[in-house]
């Protein structure tokens, strides 16, 4: 409004600026016309007894011999020697326009001074002001106005927002918003919403792993208590190895939980070429001792050199979960088997295993918090997140993931499309 304001009575100040100059150049035209009638009127005859006030005209004259045939008035001294045209010049501090002429045998000589001029300039550009200085108050009231009561929807949307709870995402009221401020409010409703779907999200998994690890804490709990009233020395060593697998699992399920917690709360990531050979054969390297441990053949069948834009760490999780799940639900003297393939546009790694697989139905359910198929939870004890922050991850890189059975083994084949030209 300030804006606005000050732009107004700039636009009036260079209106009468403008009305000014205008205006003096007008009555410069108009009195050096006058003063050439009146140099040409008097030029064979002596000049005329009452001059109009207003001009305030100053007229000397002189023969070729150089006699003076009548000088001005004794307020005005004006030099002797006549330059023919028009000249400015100035005598006791005052400024005057000077035309001489050369006319009827004589040297005609007619001032006038400046002041003259650039009052009746002044006056002649007050007109022309006074209507607009009469009209800026109202135009000033106007604009404050209008400014004022396009801007009140945007105080009531402040208001709302002052006026909520820090858990209040509910979308903001649209209603009677001005086509300008429209766009912004829906965007901001928007943002709302994704931040509810969001707090929502994180109260589950709270709640979820809340419960989750209430079970572990209470089985430690109980084998503490069992440790305490033992008798024997047997009796002892396996509550204690009982005690320090429970340990164990409450661990790997509190590191489980951070990972997924990192993996969703991450927002856009910092893609770079990620060689996904090297990082493949890396990660099979670190879990060959496990595999040879059970007795199972980890195997990498194909290996293209691809490479994916994406962020090493998190594949590096990514490709170790799933390694992790395949050799965890593999019966010892099976086999996983790892492919990584170049399609053209697009990756794809393979992990296939022979163990029990996931029933059709519950491919979809595996990827959420905390699930475990029937098989899984018959094979081996998990937390039930590695799924979840498989999932995580290959959403955040714009990857597919797909479950099926493995037609060579007859496990589960996982099957994750990376697009090789995603930005």
Avoid: C
Avoid at 42 to 62: S, Y
Avoid at 185 to 203: C, I, P, T, Y
Avoid at 323 to 342: F, H, I, Q, S
């Amino acid at each position: 409004m300030l804006f606005l304001l000050g732009a107004v009575s700039l636009a009036a100040l260079l209106q009468a600026w403008s009305a000014y100059r205008t205006a003096l150049q007008e009555a410069d035209a108009i009195f050096d016309y006058q003063m050439q009638q009146m140099a040409l009127s008097i030029g064979g005859a002596a000049p005329p007894r009452h001059l109009p006030e207003e001009l305030e005209l100053i007229i000397q004259a002189w023969t070729d011999d150089g006699l003076q045939l009548f000088a001005p008035a004794p307020r005005a001294r004006l030099p002797q020697r006549a330059v023919l045209g028009f000249t400015t010049v100035e005598s006791e501090g005052k400024q005057y326009r000077v035309l001489s002429m050369q006319t009827g045998g004589r040297v005609v000589q007619v001032a006038q001074e400046l002041a003259v001029r650039q009052r009746l300039a002044g006056r002649l550009a007050w007109r022309t002001i006074t209507p607009i200085a009469i009209v800026l108050p109202l135009l000033m009231a106007v604009v404050g106005w209008v400014v004022s009561r396009s801007l009140a929807p945007v105080e009531r949307v402040r208001k709302q927002l002052a006026a909520r709870a820090a858990e209040d995402l509910s979308p903001v009221g649209e209603g009677g918003l001005p086509a300008e401020i429209q766009p912004m409010v829906q965007e901001l409703n928007s943002l709302l919403a994704r931040m509810r779907q969001a707090f929502d999200a994180q109260q589950h998994f709270v709640a979820d792993a809340a419960h989750e690890l209430r079970s572990p804490l209470t089985a430690l709990k109980l084998q503490l208590q069992a440790l305490q009233r033992s008798a024997g020395e047997p009796e002892r060593a396996l509550i204690q190895q009982r005690l320090g697998a429970g340990i164990e699992r409450a661990g790997h399920l509190v590191e489980q939980l951070l990972l997924l917690a990192r993996q969703q709360a991450a927002g856009s990531i910092e893609r770079r070429p990620v060689a996904l050979e090297a990082l493949t054969r890396q990660l099979m390297g670190e879990l060959a001792a496990s595999a040879q441990l059970r007795q199972i053949d980890l195997g990498l069948l194909r290996a293209d050199a691809v490479s994916v834009p994406g962020q090493a760490d998190a594949l590096a999780v990514l490709l170790r979960n799933l390694l992790d799940n395949a050799l965890k639900y593999t019966p010892e003297g099976g086999r996983v088997d790892v492919l990584l393939l170049d399609e053209g546009g697009t990756a794809r790694l393979r992990i296939e295993d022979s163990g029990p697989g996931i029933a059709p139905e519950e491919r979809e359910r595996v990827f959420d918090r905390f699930y475990r198929s029937s098989e899984q939870q018959a094979q081996a004890s998990g937390s039930g997140l590695g799924l979840a922050i498989v999932k995580s991850i290959a959403e955040r890189h714009g990857a597919r993931l797909a479950l099926e059975r493995s037609e060579a083994l007859g496990g589960l084949r996982v099957d994750v499309l990376f697009d090789k030209s995603a930005p």
